[in-house]
């Protein structure tokens, strides 16, 4: 479900992604980021690998999303929710990753790049959700 806006790709509120540009440009893995149009960045790290981000302010990212994402846009490698009141289902997540598509909030996302298979970080709370569920 979009947050403010109906029409994909679910713009952020202020229509600009500053604090996640400032945060690439600041991190030690990432070398360049370029953005490609709205909501949607090339990130080169410093191991040479290529991430196609897509931002975005949904309010519950499920599959749905993903798979309306994946057919408009292409496939990426990364998916960030850019909102603190925003956020995505534990499934949508488990199907990203079995996919090696990293699903995160933006502050994941900054410590999930720092592992090689970034797409497998989990939050401690998912960690002990997966576990419960038979996930791990």
């Given at each position: 479900m979009p947050a403010?806006?109906?029409n994909f790709p679910w713009m952020n509120?202020?229509?600009h992604y500053r604090f996640f540009e400032d945060g690439m440009k600041l991190h030690?893995?990432?070398s360049e980021i370029k953005k490609i149009k709205d909501?949607?960045?090339k990130i080169l790290l410093c191991d040479d690998r290529e991430l196609k981000v897509?931002?975005?302010d949904c309010y519950s990212f499920g599959l749905a999303e993903y798979l309306e994402t994946v057919e408009i846009?292409?496939?990426i490698q990364v998916?960030?929710?850019n909102s603190n009141w925003c956020g995505y289902s534990a499934e949508t997540k488990l199907y990203c990753r079995k996919r090696r598509v990293g699903l995160f909030k933006i502050n994941e996302f900054m410590a999930a790049l720092n592992m090689?298979?970034?797409w497998d970080y989990l939050t401690i709370g998912e960690i002990e959700y997966y576990k419960k569920n038979g996930w791990l």
């Open positions: 403010h806006n109906n509120y202020y229509g030690n893995k990432v909501c949607l960045y897509f931002i975005c846009i292409g496939e998916i960030i929710i090689r298979n970034y």
